[in-house]
């Protein structure tokens, strides 16, 4: 980004810091000592051009990765590798590939800028800021000489609107330059061939969303849209496994900007198939660290009203420190910049909200200040000496990382906690207060005891009292020069370690039946935890003995609930179940390995027999001579399941006598007297109810004989059942 832009100031703005300029005294900047080398990690967490500048040595590159880093992000500039059509100059690009790789670095590659001779000349005016004015060896390694960005640099490229792979003039078009410059720079370096740690994550361009600035991209949203689809066809075509970003948003110049793109290529009919031309969103976010959370989620929501949900990376995010006298004799306060200490309390607490929001990579903004124009960025000085953010981003790397599953919360206090349950010390809370008052909170423990890390990386245990830890929180001291009351950071942030990393166990009990004979499964479990206890179970269920396993009950549905029936199974199918738990501190037991199986028996053969049937004078349930009770002819029988449903073609007689495969469950022979509804010959029909239980053997059901009642009265007579 050009970040001598960032800051917009008004009239009013510019006299407060002069005046503040012209009073303020230098003063010392902060000087620390690193904790001991992040080796242990995961690889989430990255820093901006650690590799710059480029002389030989690197001497940033194994600073950042002994910071905890093990990411880098890094313009492949088209004006410098392709300085004319067709003249390729990769030499320094390999080299520093090449070092990534050697230091165990992965690469962010920006695919970025347009060389002049492929240049469609500006679009929508002139920069803010003249080329001269743009740092000459920012966006590509030093080592190449890299030439300015021309004043074309930022227009879209001649053939953009040709097929992706038109890299030929016999056709009479011209030439896709783009397409062509994408599909060999991928080709190039995602080729674990050429490099030890080939490079497969490619960002289309970067900041076009930078507004009235013209700085990053001059063309429409269509154009983009167009670049961004041409670049993940040129990158999957050579690297089908590479994920394709889109370009990092700038945002606050222009927040729908990326929605506009999004409805283009929603529009797309082929974008569907191709996972509508990228794989990951791409975002930056500076000074403020609760917009690591609020903004995050917010353009999360917004893109899923065009595109499925995808990954969101936060390729950029940092605080300018405005109090560091080592590298500016005369400091002065300013808006959006944050002091030394403040900034370390930044990188931790945007490091949670990033955990929170559910971002996928962290990039901080940026390993040194370099070329940065008294905007202080850097973990460390140009002279190679730390910061405290330096510091801060090592305990951030060393304690967040790996966690089952991520809560947060803010309390109306203005106390702030973002919760990593389950990570590989534990559950780690971290807290931080917004407001500027010194807070005394009551943290519920999990534990007797917990460990306090501050952001310098100072450890002090916690005993708990009365089930809970109480721990003071530093009021929020990072506050606009033009609105005080407004604080962009919140106080010094402390994390919170339970100590718990043995896992729960759980069980299915006691070997479910051979066969059931039921359309309900009844399964009960266990589960022990050693430590911080129980939370809940979760129970999984596969059909047959090579199917997959699906989810069943979640840890919500169980946490206080150790039986459940299952009722969703098809007749002579096996169904098998297994549980794992969650204990209170996240960790996660491994799935129950003495799984429970059982067959369903829902279908029976059934010989039902019915009548004769007679009319039942006296209404006594037997067949009398005295009174002289007839039979009954072309009486209709009908056999109802339990919603009232036919199971079975009707039949017409005195009796009945069938057989037929039933399910288990209760069914209802209706016997309806003829002429029924419409001309009743005086007798009422008869519902007998009957139960078709499980079993092997086929089931007999008889009744005999059956009596209707005259319509003065009514009865019911039971039927019988037995076993062959």
């Not at 904790?35 to 030989?56: A, N, Q």
């Not at 089908?240 to 793109?261: H, I, K, M, N, S």
């Not at 190679?384 to 790397?397: H, I």
Request: with cysteine.
């Amino acid at each position: 980004m050009n970040h001598s832009l960032r800051m917009i100031l008004s009239v009013g703005t510019f006299f407060l810091l002069l005046s503040s300029l012209l009073s303020a005294s230098a003063a010392d900047g902060v000087h620390v000592t690193p904790l001991p080398p992040v080796e242990e990690t995961d690889e989430r967490g990255g820093i901006c051009f650690s590799y710059y500048p480029g002389d030989p040595d690197r001497p940033y590159l194994p600073l950042a990765r002994r910071a905890g880093s093990r990411w880098d992000r890094f313009d492949f500039s088209w004006p410098n590798i392709e300085k004319e059509d067709s003249a390729w100059q990769f030499d320094g690009h390999d080299e520093l590939v090449e070092d990534m790789g050697d230091a165990g670095m992965n690469v962010v590659g920006i695919l970025l800028w347009t060389p002049s001779w492929a240049s469609t000349g500006r679009q929508h005016g002139q920069p803010l800021s003249s080329p001269e004015e743009r740092p000459s060896d920012w966006y590509a390694p030093s080592l190449l000489a890299p030439q300015a960005p021309s004043s074309s640099a930022s227009s879209p490229p001649r053939g953009l609107y040709e097929e992706w792979h038109d890299w030929t003039t016999s056709d009479g078009d011209p030439i896709n330059y783009w397409g062509r410059y994408v599909h060999t720079i991928v080709s190039r370096y995602s080729d674990p061939a050429r490099f030890t740690r080939p490079v497969k994550h490619w960002e289309i361009w970067n900041e076009v969303d930078d507004g009235a600035w013209n700085y990053f991209w001059t063309g429409s949203e269509a154009d983009y849209a167009q670049l961004l689809k041409v670049g993940y066809q040129a990158t999957k075509d050579t690297c089908p496994d590479c994920t394709v970003l889109y370009a990092g948003l700038l945002y606050w110049a222009d927040q729908t900007y990326f929605e506009r793109v999004l409805d283009i290529l929603n529009d797309d009919a082929s974008a569907p198939a191709n996972n509508f031309y990228f794989d990951a969103m791409s975002v930056h976010l500076y000074s403020r660290s609760s917009t690591v959370y609020d903004t995050i989620n917010l353009i999360r929501s917004r893109m899923k009203q065009y595109v499925p949900d995808r990954p969101i990376w936060l390729t950029e995010t940092g605080v300018m420190v405005w109090d560091d006298a080592t590298v500016d004799p005369y400091p002065v306060k300013y808006d959006m910049a944050a002091r030394e200490e403040e900034a370390a309390a930044y990188v931790v607490q945007s490091y949670a909200n990033a955990w929170a929001s559910g971002v996928e990579r962290y990039f901080f903004f940026r390993a040194n200040d370099e070329d940065m124009k008294r905007e202080y960025f850097g973990l460390m000085r140009n002279d190679r000496s730390y910061r405290p953010s330096y510091v801060a981003y090592q305990v951030a790397r060393t304690h967040l990382m790996s966690p089952t599953m991520v809560t947060n919360w803010t309390y109306s206090s203005g106390v702030r906690r973002v919760t990593l349950w389950g990570t590989p010390e534990g559950k780690i809370s971290v807290l931080w207060n917004e407001r500027p008052q010194t807070q005394h909170f009551d943290y519920v423990a999990t534990l007797p005891t917990a460990t306090r890390v501050d952001q310098r990386g100072i450890a002090q245990t916690l005993e708990a009292t009365d089930g809970r830890y109480e721990i003071d929180l530093p009021g929020a001291t990072a506050n606009l020069v033009t609105n005080p009351d407004d604080y962009i950071i919140g106080g010094e942030p402390y994390l919170i370690i339970e100590e718990d990393t043995v896992a729960p166990s759980a069980v299915v009990l006691d070997p479910l039946p051979a066969t059931t004979y039921s359309n309900t499964i009844a399964v009960s479990w266990s589960a022990s935890d050693a430590s911080a206890g129980v939370w809940g179970v979760e129970l999984q269920m596969r059909e047959g003995s090579g199917g997959e396993w699906s989810n069943w009950l979640g840890l919500a549905e169980t946490e206080n609930t150790w039986s459940a029936a299952y009722r969703s199974g098809t007749d002579a199918t096996l169904y098998c179940f297994r549980a794992r738990a969650w204990d209170k501190a996240g960790n996660i037991g491994p799935w129950s390995d003495d799984e429970r199986c059982t067959r369903l028996q829902l279908n029976r053969e059934v010989a039902l027999s019915v009548g004769p049937v007679f009319g039942d004078e006296n209404g006594n349930g037997a067949w009398d001579s005295e009174p002289d009770e007839q039979p009954l002819d072309n009486v209709t029988f009908q056999l109802l399941d339990g919603a009232g449903s036919a199971v079975l073609p009707p039949s017409c007689g005195q009796t009945w006598n069938m057989t037929a495969t039933l399910k288990v469950g209760g069914y209802t022979i209706l016997v309806e007297p003829e002429g029924w509804p419409l001309a009743p010959p005086g007798w009422l029909p008869r519902r007998l109810s009957i139960a078709v239980s499980g079993g092997e053997a086929p089931l007999v059901i008889e009744q005999s004989p059956v009596g209707l009642l005259p319509h003065r009265s009514s009865s019911y007579l039971p039927l019988t059942a037995q076993d062959n």
